[in-house]
Structures are given as structure tokens and as C-alpha cells.
């Protein structure tokens, strides 16, 4: 396929036997990388910025100026098939030294590079999805099994899902307790199916899956959603925590349980800054109210806030909050809905993180709940616990003004009126370091002292002095002490992350601390793809090179026994969220064997496919929507402080190479740890000018902070 360029003049076979012509910038880059180990560090597109090419000699030669080049390669599009897969392979192999070598992947020589590039795992198999069920099988663990079954008809938009069905499903109903019936262990299975489908509000009518109601109910079925509430088991420490709340804790409590037994509407607010115990008083009262039989819905406006508390599901896909939310949505909820039913049912409804939820959501339930029980009181009468702290991160309104950030939260609802609300101040996370909880709420308040503009003085013995890039050496050894002795161990990973404002941040310092990190490394290669895009405008570097947040990186680079962090919902109702931080357990090629660490799944072993994951409009500002298959995983060892959020981290690192930039950034950095002794904090540009000490910014909308009561 080599092109060589010729005048009319010229004859054919002097062409042939010139060898200048059977010498292209490809080939002489095979040579290079032959003789020269200089030539072996780079990618071919990198080549042309370290090495010139001699035209008329038709070779390379090392570069000697310092101008800045870039290298690009002709674009390529899929349809001219192996010209294709040699590009790509190009732009992931360095050092090849023949076609033959490129071709040659783990020293086996495939004959085609399309077969080469699927064994580098850069293209994406025919059958994934058959792949990915296989390797899942070989572990037998059914109820993963089952989770896994569903986030790939969720996310992965399998054809033939009965034919799926015929091959996995024997695999996937192993534990259920054996009976005589034949069929009912396959209700079963449909069920459990079906309830998970529900979260995404999706039934298994809606795939080529038999119907429930063509296996006969033989014994009483576990089926619908008020049967799924009330099996929630109450876990006894749980019950335990009543006896230990502290006095603002058990007042809250006490009047709660009162409006319960009293069956009185009320709307509660709890106010407690981070740390205070919500999540300890939430999940008291949610097995004080299931222990009595009643029905106690726990949402929260994260997913990761929501697996906090047993049962727990992000209030959106409890309530069918359609997105986006307006003014005047409702939920799609009707009276003969299963949830419907449901909240016909409930006693008690609580939603965590309503400080972060946008108003219009919260009263987009108000009216269904009134619309519902045909009741013009707050929430139709129900009692609703609402929960949160105005310290931390407010609602996000995509590229909004802060008047419109304010105007988004709960407390500019006519709502508000209705609020009986309590406060918690006492620190319970930081309760054995009280200077230090004290400065949290400082801090949080907006009223630890500014020393010239919004620049906040902080605590020697947290600080590392900045002295260069070294430094962050440091701060990754505070946080991660002998991290080869203790990689394995679970406490200790679990208890200890670095956190930072941006994503790109982030990347660094995972990086850096996976060096440290004991094992072999593995790669997984995004397939890329840009959503209609029939003439190949956009170039596969280009997609790979696209990094935001909410994706998973192209080069994701892992060990196992590394922590990671889900991005996406993927199983909400069994704790697979996006935050849940999860440990590396096993790999195959296709399936990740991860066991989760955050909420009240932890311990349980998950099964990660790969999935098409989009960019959303808000993530990045690129003119088509990038399509990257790859597994919902980033490595965890650093955290966005956003991410961090709702999250103790008893030994924290802080690491800020430019300071905050929004409300209440600082003080859900400083307050996810325990004490002064266990809290490191690194910052680049500390320093003030005739100050001595280490400073950064504190950003607080003190409007926000003075809900009227
Ligand atoms: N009364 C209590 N007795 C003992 N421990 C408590 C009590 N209340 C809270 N804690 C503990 O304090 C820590 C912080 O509590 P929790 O996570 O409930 O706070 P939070 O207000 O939800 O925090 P955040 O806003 O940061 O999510 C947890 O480890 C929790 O177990």
C-alpha cells in the first residue's frame, strides 16, 4: 500500500529497482527503532517532534534544533479496513521494528493487524457481551452474577438478549434455596430481575426476557415493592445506635418517633454540619421504624449518600423525578403504580442531602404526594425527614450564576414555611480533637478570620510546607506510610485517600501513588467512538485523548488490590453507586472482580463489565457526544473533594495547587477527617506577604448559611 510519487517520464522499472522508493517514513521508522534505542521511547505520531525526516534520502534523522513539532498521522477511516487497524496499533505500540512485528502481540504473530490490535485489547470483540458473562460464570457467585446481567441490559444494549438469557441464566438463580418446583426458582430469578430493572425504571417486558407470569406461582412470591421494603433486614447495630445518640441526636429522634406514633403530617429539617451524626440519626430511625413494621423510605440526592443508609436509593429513581426538573414537574407516578402503592404504604420518608438537591425536585414530590392523597398538606401528609448542611456543596445549576446556585436551595421554598428544624453541632467525627472541630465550623461558617482577602490561616501541625514537587512525595508518604507492607490490607486503604479540586489533579497523584503500589501494572485501552460520525471526522487520538471526570480514562492502569471508584449508578439498590470506592479483587479480560468498600454493601463482591459511557453536555465542552467503552472505573487513591463528600476519611490527605474556587470546598476537604494529627494538608501557594504561615481561600455564600426558621 505504499505510495510513491513519479513523473510521466519516468520508466516503471527503474522506478521498481530505485530502493528510495521502497523506503517510506513508516518503514524508516521500523529501521530506527531497530538501531537506535533513543527511537524506542516514542509513539509514531510523537516521532516527527524528536527526529527529521530527510526527503531526499528518504530516512530519519535525529532532531538537533528545539523548534516545537507536532507529528499527525494521516487519517485513516474504519471502512479501508487493515490500513485502519495498522494505525491504530501504531498509536499504542512503541518501538515496533516491522510490520511483522507489529503484528506480533504477548510473541504471537497473528496474520492480520485487526486480529492484533483485538489481542492488544484496543478493538472491541464481536461478542463482549457473551465474553464478559463467560469469565463472570467461572467465578461462581450468582447474586453478582445477577447484578452484572442487569447492568449489561442497562448499559450495554445487547441484541440478542434471549439467546444471553438461554446460555446465563442457569448460572445466575445457583443459590437460590432449592425446592421441588421446577419453575420457581426461574420466578425467582425474573423477579430479583425485574426489581433491579424497576431503579432504572425499566421491567423485563421491555427486553426479550420470558414473562413472569409464564412460570406459575407455585409458593408465595416475593414480588413488589412494598414486600422488598419491608424484607430490608435492621441491622442490630442499628437498633443499637438509639441508646448512644447524643442529647441533640435523641431530641430530633424523640420528636420524629412522636410524629410517627402520632401519625401527625410534619416536615422536618435536620441542619448538621458535616460530621454531626445525620447518617447515624437517619439510619437510627430507619431501623426504629422498620423494627416496629412500618415502612421508612431512605433516599438521598447522591448515589453515594444513598448507600449510606441500609435500603437506600437516590431520591430521583425512587420517586421517578423526571430530569431536567422544572418548575412544574411532577414525579411520573400514578395512585395504581407499584409506586404508587408504595407510598400509599409509607410512614416515613427521609432524603438525605436535600441541601444539594435542586428545590424544584423536592417540590416536584410535594405536588405528586398532595396530587396522590388527594391532601393539600406539605408532602400529602406524609412525614418527611429532610436532611443536609448548607456548608457543603449546594445545588449544582450547570453553568449558573451563584444568585441562581441560592435560588436553587430548599430554603427559597414556599416548602421552608413548613420546617420544623433541628440542628446538630456537635462533631462527632472530630469529636476527640474539639480545636478541630471547632475551626470546621469556623470554617464552615464563614467566621474563622480572613487574613487579607478571602485567604484563611491554617493549623501548623496539618501543613506541609510546600518546597517543590518533592513535596508531594510527602504528603503521599504521610497519608500512604509503608505502603508496600500494607497494601493488602483492607482497613488500611479503606481509611486513607488524598483529595484535591480537579479532576486532572487527581491523575497525578493516582498515578504517582500506583508507582508505590506493590504488583504488576494492567492496562485496559477505551474503544473509542464518536456518536454519528459516519465520515470519521473525528480521529481515534483525538477521542482517546479527551479526559473529563465522568469518564473512565482511555489508558486505565491498575494493580490488583487497588481502590477504585464506580462513575456511574450502576446497581443503586445493591450499593454499586457512582463514588462507591471498590477494591481490585481479580481480572479477566472482559469482567473486573472488584469487592465494595463504601456503605453498607461493603464487603460484597461486585462483577464490573466494560459499558458504553457517554459524555453529557455539562462534562465538557466538545461538539459531539464521545462514546467510550471501557470499565466504569477510575483509580481512588485520590479523590475530587466533591467525590470525597458524605465520606470519613480518617487519615486525609489535602492537596491544593491552586485553592477552592467554590462554597464550601474547603470545609468538606477538612472535615471528611478526624482529628488534626490524621489530617495532612499540602498547598502550592501558601504563602502571603508579611504573614508567616500557610494560607488558602474560603469560599462561603454566607446568604445561604441563615435559613429562616
Ligand atoms: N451518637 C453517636 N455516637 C457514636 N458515634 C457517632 C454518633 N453520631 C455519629 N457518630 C459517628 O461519627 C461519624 C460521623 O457521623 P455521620 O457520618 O453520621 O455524620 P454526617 O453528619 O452524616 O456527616 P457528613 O455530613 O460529612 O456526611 C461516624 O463515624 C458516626 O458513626
Given at each position: 500500500m505504499h505510495e510513491v510519487i513519479f513523473s510521466e517520464q519516468q520508466s516503471i522499472p527503474d522506478l521498481l529497482t530505485d530502493q528510495t522508493n521502497s523506503r517510506t517514513m513508516l518503514t524508516e521508522f521500523f529501521e530506527m527503532n531497530k538501531v537506535d534505542p533513543n527511537a524506542n521511547l516514542y509513539f509514531?505520531?510523537?516521532?516527527?517532534?524528536?527526529?527529521?525526516?530527510?526527503?531526499?534520502?528518504?530516512?530519519?534523522?535525529?532532531?538537533?534544533?528545539?523548534?516545537k513539532v507536532i507529528g499527525r498521522l494521516t487519517s485513516v477511516s474504519p471502512y479501508e479496513?487493515?490500513?485502519?487497524?495498522?494505525?491504530?496499533?501504531?498509536?499504542?505500540?512503541?518501538?515496533?521494528?516491522?510490520?511483522?512485528?507489529?503484528?506480533?502481540?504477548?510473541?504471537v504473530r497473528y496474520n492480520t493487524f485487526k486480529e492484533a490490535?483485538?489481542?492488544?485489547?484496543?478493538?472491541?470483540?464481536?461478542?463482549?457481551?457473551?465474553?464478559?458473562?463467560?469469565?463472570?460464570?467461572?467465578?461462581?457467585?450468582?447474586?453478582?452474577?445477577?447484578?452484572?446481567?442487569?447492568?449489561?441490559?442497562?448499559?450495554?444494549?445487547?441484541?440478542?438478549?434471549?439467546?444471553?438469557?438461554?446460555e446465563f441464566h442457569p448460572y445466575m438463580l445457583e443459590d437460590y434455596p432449592s425446592t421441588s418446583s421446577l419453575t420457581m426458582p426461574v420466578r425467582l430469578l425474573l423477579n430479583d430481575?425485574?426489581?433491579?430493572?424497576?431503579?432504572?425504571?425499566?421491567?423485563?417486558?421491555?427486553?426479550?426476557?420470558?414473562?413472569?407470569?409464564?412460570f406459575p406461582n407455585e409458593e408465595p412470591v416475593v414480588s413488589h415493592f412494598v414486600v422488598d421494603e419491608r424484607s430490608i433486614p435492621v441491622p442490630p447495630e442499628d437498633l443499637e445506635a438509639i441508646e448512644k445518640l447524643n442529647n441533640e441526636q435523641k431530641h430530633a429522634f424523640d420528636m420524629i418517633m412522636d410524629a410517627v406514633h402520632h401519625k401527625t403530617s410534619s416536615v422536618f429539617f435536620i441542619d448538621g454540619p458535616a460530621g454531626t451524626g445525620k447518617t447515624f440519626l437517619y439510619r437510627s430511625l430507619l431501623a426504629a421504624i422498620r423494627h416496629e413494621g412500618h415502612i421508612a423510605l431512605a433516599t438521598a440526592t447522591s448515589g453515594i449518600a444513598s448507600i449510606m443508609m441500609p435500603g437506600g436509593r437516590t431520591a430521583h429513581s425512587r420517586f421517578k423525578i423526571p430530569i431536567p426538573t422544572l418548575p412544574t414537574s411532577t414525579c411520573r407516578i400514578s395512585k395504581q403504580s407499584d409506586e404508587g402503592i408504595l407510598l400509599h404504604e409509607t410512614t416515613l420518608i427521609i432524603w438525605d442531602e436535600a441541601t444539594m438537591a435542586h428545590r424544584y425536585t423536592i417540590e416536584a414530590l410535594d405536588k405528586t404526594l398532595r396530587d396522590l392523597f388527594h391532601n393539600d398538606q406539605p408532602f400529602g401528609g406524609k412525614i418527611v425527614v429532610l436532611g443536609g448542611d448548607f456548608r457543603q456543596v449546594l445545588p449544582v445549576v450547570p453553568r449558573g450564576t451563584r444568585s441562581q446556585a441560592i435560588d436553587a436551595c430548599i430554603t427559597y421554598s414556599s416548602l421552608w414555611d413548613h420546617v420544623k428544624l433541628f440542628h446538630l453541632t456537635q462533631n462527632m467525627r472530630a469529636r476527640t480533637d474539639s480545636l478541630y472541630s471547632d475551626m470546621l465550623m469556623r470554617i464552615g461558617n464563614g467566621s474563622e478570620p480572613y487574613v487579607v482577602?478571602?485567604?484563611?490561616?491554617?493549623?501548623?501541625?496539618?501543613?506541609?510546607?510546600w518546597e517543590g514537587e518533592q513535596s508531594i512525595l510527602q504528603l503521599i508518604n504521610a497519608v500512604f506510610p509503608k505502603m508496600s507492607d500494607n497494601a493488602y490490607d483492607r482497613n488500611y486503604i479503606m481509611e486513607r485517600a488524598i483529595i484535591t479540586p480537579k479532576n486532572n489533579y487527581v491523575d497525578q497523584l493516582n498515578h504517582q501513588v500506583l508507582q508505590l503500589f506493590p504488583g504488576n501494572e494492567i492496562i485496559f485501552h477505551s474503544f473509542d467512538s464518536a456518536e454519528n460520525d459516519p465520515r470519521n471526522l473525528y480521529q481515534l487520538e483525538l477521542l482517546n485523548s479527551i479526559s473529563t471526570s465522568q469518564l473512565p480514562p482511555h489508558k486505565l492502569t491498575v494493580k490488583i488490590g487497588c481502590p477504585m471508584i464506580v462513575l456511574r449508578n450502576l446497581d443503586p439498590k445493591n450499593g454499586v453507586c457512582n463514588g462507591t470506592r471498590v477494591l481490585l479483587r481479580g481480572i479477566y479480560q472482559?469482567?473486573?472482580?472488584?469487592?465494595?468498600?463504601?456503605?453498607?454493601?461493603?464487603?460484597?463482591?461486585?462483577?464490573?463489565?466494560?459499558?458504553?459511557?457517554?459524555?453529557?453536555?455539562?462534562?465538557?465542552?466538545?461538539?459531539?457526544?464521545?462514546?467510550?467503552?471501557?470499565?466504569?472505573?477510575?483509580?481512588?487513591?485520590?479523590l475530587t473533594i466533591n467525590k470525597s463528600q458524605g465520606q470519613t476519611i480518617p487519615n486525609v490527605g489535602i492537596y491544593l495547587p491552586s485553592h477552592v474556587f467554590s462554597h464550601g470546598q474547603l470545609y468538606v476537604a477538612l472535615s471528611r477527617g478526624i482529628s488534626r494529627h490524621n489530617t495532612k494538608i499540602l498547598i502550592k501557594n501558601g504563602s502571603v506577604n508579611g504573614f508567616s504561615g500557610v494560607h488558602t481561600r474560603n469560599v462561603v455564600f454566607h446568604e445561604v448559611l441563615q435559613p429562616h426558621e
Open positions: 509514531y505520531h510523537e516521532f516527527p517532534e524528536h527526529y527529521t525526516w530527510d526527503e531526499k534520502n528518504n530516512h530519519w534523522r535525529q532532531r538537533k534544533g528545539h523548534y479496513g487493515e490500513r485502519f487497524y495498522v494505525r491504530v496499533l501504531l498509536l499504542h505500540r512503541k518501538g515496533p521494528t516491522s510490520f511483522d512485528d507489529l503484528k506480533t502481540v504477548h510473541s490490535a483485538e489481542h492488544m485489547g484496543l478493538l472491541q470483540k464481536d461478542n463482549l457481551i457473551q465474553q464478559t458473562l463467560r469469565e463472570a460464570c467461572l467465578i461462581r457467585m450468582p447474586a453478582a452474577l445477577r447484578q452484572l446481567f442487569v447492568i449489561i441490559l442497562i448499559y450495554c444494549n445487547p441484541v440478542e438478549v434471549r439467546t444471553l438469557w438461554n430481575l425485574e426489581l433491579s430493572l424497576n431503579d432504572f425504571h425499566q421491567t423485563i417486558s421491555n427486553f426479550d426476557l420470558p414473562a413472569i407470569s409464564d482577602d478571602d485567604l484563611i490561616r491554617m493549623p501548623d501541625e496539618i501543613v506541609i510546607p472482559n469482567v473486573m472482580h472488584a469487592e465494595i468498600i463504601t456503605g453498607s454493601f461493603s464487603g460484597r463482591p461486585v462483577f464490573l463489565p466494560r459499558i458504553p459511557l457517554k459524555t453529557g453536555q455539562q462534562d465538557i465542552k466538545i461538539p459531539f457526544v464521545l462514546i467510550r467503552n471501557q470499565f466504569p472505573v477510575r483509580l481512588s487513591f485520590a
